[in-house]
T-cell receptor, first 110, second 110 residues
Framework: NAGVTQTPKFRVLKTGQSMTLLCAQDMNHEYMYWYRQDPGMGLRLIHY???????AKGEVPDGYNVSRLKKQNFLLGLESAAPSQTSVYFC?????????FGPGTRLTVT | RKEVEQDPGPFNVPEGATVAFNCTYSNSASQSFFWYRQDCRKEPKLLMSVYSSGNEDGRFTAQLNRASQYISLLIRDSKLSDSATYLC???????????FGDGTTLTVKP
């Protein structure tokens, strides 16, 4: 089993461009999460989902949108990228208690 | 005050040493507690859950003190491979959401 996978692994965007990050899990977990991690800092929750078709805001949701049309996928969208969104993005899936993370997407916005 | 606070370190210890990390949390209604390990430029991985009675997994011991609102992680007989950042995670009453500490960095030296 692959666990949690993320696509792409790396991306460079220009300010104002849009993109979608894909997270997929094969563990059949109800809960999925998107975090960002900036250098020397902890994980900050962007959005999360408690099941297929549901989404909720986390700690830092501004500038991001999400969708969970299928249980195994959780998409994170940036409509108009800004340099402040340069970060490492981690997706996780879990039981509502433990969480299992994907390998991350390194995004640079110039 | 942050919801979850950790001493960022770094902790530099020789191989074979015993080292302990503490983590304090502010929400007395918090329900579940975990320690994650994150290697440099990698995703966080679940190290162990923390139970009220305390729990041990090999060289690692986790304890919870609800009265003082802190959890601890003790590593005995440190190995070079224990070098990583250790993240304290606290789950509140909100379904699925957890709060991550900023992490404590451990370097084990020969």
């Amino acid at each position: 089993n692959a666990g949690v996978t993320q696509t792409p692994k790396f991306r460079v965007l220009k300010t104002g461009q849009s993109m979608t990050l894909l997270c997929a899990q094969d563990m059949n977990h109800e809960y999925m999460y998107w975090y960002r991690q900036d250098p020397g800092m902890g994980l900050r929750l962007i959005h999360y989902s408690v099941g297929e078709g549901t989404t909720a805001k986390g700690e830092v949701p501004d500038g991001y949108n999400v969708s969970r049309l299928k249980k195994q996928n959780f998409l994170l969208g940036l409509e108009s990228a800004a340099p402040s969104q340069t970060s490492v993005y981690f997706c996780a899936a879990g039981t509502g208690y433990e969480q299992y993370f994907g390998p991350g997407t390194r995004l640079t916005v110039t | 005050r942050k919801e979850v606070e950790q001493d960022p370190g770094p902790f530099n210890v020789p191989e074979g040493a015993t080292v302990a990390f503490n983590c304090t949390y502010s929400n007395s209604a918090s329900q579940s507690f975990f320690w994650y390990r994150q290697d440099c430029r990698k995703e966080p991985k679940l190290l162990m859950s923390v139970y009220s009675s305390g729990n041990e997994d090999g060289r690692f011991t986790a304890q919870l003190n609800r009265a003082s609102q802190y959890i601890s992680l003790l590593i005995r007989d440190s190995k070079l491979s224990d070098s990583a950042t250790y993240l304290c995670v606290v789950k509140g009453t909100n379904a699925g959401k957890s709060t991550f500490g900023d992490g404590t960095t451990l370097t084990v030296k020969p």
